[in-house]
């Protein structure tokens, strides 16, 4: 079944693990938002096949601050929220 798991660690500096699965093979977007809503880092974007995946993601230059992650495959669509500490 389709899942978005809640990021590791939260809070996290400079990076931090997102796990996700996909019931099957589907166009996907994991994308991290900043607090008005805009994009500030597209993780994936294309087709993924069924299964387990995870990505790392790394702050870069990101301030401390909340933010969220939203994927998006197929009608599903899910958005967790976790925190940058520097």
């Known amino acids: 079944e389709y899942a978005l798991s809640q990021n590791y660690p939260n809070p996290f500096n400079p990076s931090t693990t997102i796990r996700f699965a996909l019931k099957e093979r589907a166009g996907a977007t994991l994308a ?3 607090v008005l ?3 500030v ?4 974007n294309g087709e993924l096949s069924a299964g387990e995946h995870q990505i790392v993601f790394n702050t870069g230059a ?3 601050g909340v933010y969220f992650y939203r994927l998006t495959a197929g009608q599903f669509v ?3 929220k976790m925190i940058v500490v520097k």
Do not use: E, I, M, P
């Open 32 to 34: 991290v938002y900043d």
């Open 78 to 80: 899910q958005t967790r």
């Open 37 to 39: 809503g805009r994009v």
């Open 62 to 64: 990101l301030a401390s």
């Open 41 to 44: 880092r597209t993780l994936v």
